[in-house]
């Protein structure tokens, strides 16, 4: 799918409002806001919105508070990975140091709740002030979920919790966002949440299986890393389920091992085709849920939310 350009550039626009200054923190918390994202969070604000609306200007400091918190959640979540490389580029953390990535992702941070003081409307400024703190919490509690992790095998309930709240919480609240800012009622702004809740989950299992079969220039990073790395992903949990004894002993021996061989990570990655295949069938069952929870809207106008579930299980990184 295509995302519409002219709100892509009015987000942009709207985001280079808050980091304008040229000096080593502002150009540290400007090297990943506008190093190629796909803008899917604002993107959501907006077009949420326009499912009642049509004057995106209003919505625009709301999207950006939406996608400043992203990018703050990135620059932190690559220093405790301790990862070298993000959308194909060094990470903040490698090109400036790590006290200054902390302070760039501190300072987007900031300024996502300047963005919110943006907000004409003091009632709708404090629904998406209530919204977003909610899911910078979900996020901190779902980063140290995936840190216990590394620590024993998580139960799937655990690992569904866990992905709902590290990588879902900003879905929906960009969603849920969209839906204040566009007076949507409660029964619309139940549904929307429903929504928003599968594409999160979705989001996050198309991470997992492009970790494993996408392109490495595409994805921004060497095919197989979660296995290098030890994650736990909704793949191997369930692998770990299934398999047979032989081939989960071959699974548990590479599972956390940086040294091992493109070759044995091609080995694993064939023992994995089963889970892949139920991780795949997931998503396309949770796609077809989200979608229905946006029946009660005008066919025309929720088309596009219709398109970004799609899009989310068939994008290639």
């Known amino acids: 799918m295509q995302f519409d350009k002219y709100i892509l550039q009015k987000i942009d626009e709207e985001l280079k409002n808050y980091v304008n200054k040229d000096d080593k923190l502002y150009n540290a918390s400007k090297h990943l806001l506008f190093a190629g994202g796909k803008r899917i969070r604002p993107y959501l604000t907006v077009v949420t919105y326009m499912l009642k609306k049509d004057d995106i200007e209003k919505v625009l400091p709301a999207a950006a508070a939406v996608e400043l918190i992203h990018n703050y959640t990135l620059i932190h979540d690559d220093i405790m990975d301790n990862d070298d490389e993000r959308r194909g580029k060094p990470t903040v953390h490698k090109v400036y140091g790590v006290p200054i990535a902390i302070l760039s992702g501190d300072l987007l941070y900031a300024k996502a709740f300047e963005a919110i003081s943006k907000i004409d409307n003091e009632k709708k400024a404090y629904e998406v002030l209530k919204i977003l703190s909610k899911a910078c919490v979900d996020v901190c509690e ?50 929307l949440k429903e929504y928003a809740k599968r594409i999160g989950l979705t989001f996050q299992i198309q991470d997992d299986i492009l970790d494993l079969i996408g392109d490495k220039k595409k994805i921004g990073k060497p095919v197989g890393s979660d296995i290098r790395e030890g994650k736990k992903t909704i793949i191997v949990i369930h692998a770990l389920k299934t398999l047979d004894e032989d081939n ?27 889970s ?17 929870y946006l029946k009660i809207f005008d ?19």
Do not use: H, W
């Not at 609240?173 to 009622?185: F, K, S």
């Not at 066919?299 to 990184?317: C, M, N, P, S, W």
């Open 299 to 317: 066919k025309d106008r929720r088309k596009v939310l219709e398109d970004i579930a799609d899009f989310i299980i068939e994008r290639i990184y």
């Open 276 to 292: 892949i295949d139920y991780a795949k069938n997931l998503m396309k069952e949770k796609t077809e849920e989200a979608k229905n």
């Open 248 to 274: 989960k002993k071959k699974l548990l021996n590479v599972l956390g091992n940086k040294n091992i061989s493109d070759e044995e990570i091609m080995e694993i990655i064939r023992i994995l085709k089963p």
């Open 142 to 191: 779902g980063q140290a979920m995936d840190m216990e992790f590394e620590n024993y095998f998580p139960s799937m309930e655990e690992y569904l919790e866990m992905i709902r709240k590290k990588t879902g919480a900003l879905l929906e609240a960009a969603v849920e966002i969209g839906a204040v800012m566009g007076d949507c009622n409660e029964e619309e702004r139940k549904a």
